[in-house]
């Protein structure tokens, strides 16, 4: 006669592999969004400040760097261009946002099934 050892043995199916490696992408892509959300956040908050340092700026015409080169602009084009710049990070990190709420979500119901078969057996938190 065998004895149990207490901790009962849940058989891993496919469909359980699947919904781990699933969570596992998930996650990755959560912690590049989060670090694409900080550039983006960084990258307007360059913008704002440039934008503030043109209203101190005495000049009319200042350098605006374009790829790797500076060229002398009119200060109204930079302003105009310092603006749309702002409009699409803005944009992008409202994309980002939503996008990782997605995958917050997606993590949730995942470790909603996960747990629910496995319990103890798995740990899905991040230390």
């Known amino acids: 006669m065998q004895q ?5 043995e849940t058989e891993v199916t496919w469909e359980d592999q699947q919904n781990i490696n699933k969570f596992g992408r998930l996650n990755n892509r959560l912690h590049e969004l989060e670090d694409e959300i900080k550039v983006a956040k960084e990258a307007i908050d360059n913008l704002e400040d440039a934008s503030n340092e043109l209203i101190l ?4 015409v200042v350098r605006f760097q ?3 080169v500076f060229a002398h602009v009119p200060k109204e084009d930079v302003e105009t261009r310092i603006e749309e710049m702002k409009e699409v990070s803005s944009k992008n990190l409202e994309k980002l946002e939503e996008e990782k709420e997605s995958v917050v979500a997606q993590m949730a119901e995942l470790k909603k099934v996960l747990y629910g078969k496995f319990k103890d057996s798995i740990n899905l938190e991040e230390d």
């Open 66 to 68: 374009i790829g790797e």
């Open 57 to 60: 700026t005495d000049e009319e």
């Open 4 to 8: 149990g050892t207490g901790a009962s």
